[in-house]
Nanobody
Framework: VQLVESGGDLVQPGGSLRLSCAAA????????MSWYRQTRSQDRELVAT????????NYAESVKGRFTISRVNAKQVVYLQMNSLKFEDTATYYC?????????WGRGTQVAVSS
């Protein structure tokens, strides 16, 4: 199983980014996918989750209305569209899935919100 994130960058407050997670090595279309984030001083935080079909999503309160998770099963990719970014969104963002009774994480992509 491989999860490879991309799209992190330095962005000004109020800006937007779209993160991507390319998945391989499992039947992507059958599994729930999630985005987490972590800063140096905090535990890893669940940001958003999407079901296998892509029609049910859930978000942390801190990102509701600003972030959108989506997926394209044919491409085995899950996205995180982040709008109206705030300083406190600065973190490393990780792609996650639970497959075959194991947890899988990507290596993360860094998002820095700074003026």
């Amino acid at each position: 199983v491989q999860l490879v994130e991309s799209g992190g960058d330095l962005v000004q407050p109020g800006g937007s980014l779209r993160l991507s997670c390319a998945a391989a090595g499992f039947d992507f279309s059958r599994y729930v996918m999630s985005w987490y984030r972590q800063t140096r001083s905090q535990d890893r935080e669940l940001v958003a989750t999407i079901n296998s079909a892509g029609d049910l999503t859930n978000y942390a309160e801190s990102v509701k209305g600003r972030f959108t998770i989506s997926r394209v099963n044919a491409k085995q990719v899950v996205y995180l569209q982040m709008n109206s970014l705030k300083f406190e969104d600065t973190a490393t963002y990780y792609c996650y899935t639970y497959y075959n009774e194991r947890e899988y994480w990507g290596r993360g992509t860094q998002v820095a919100v700074s003026s």
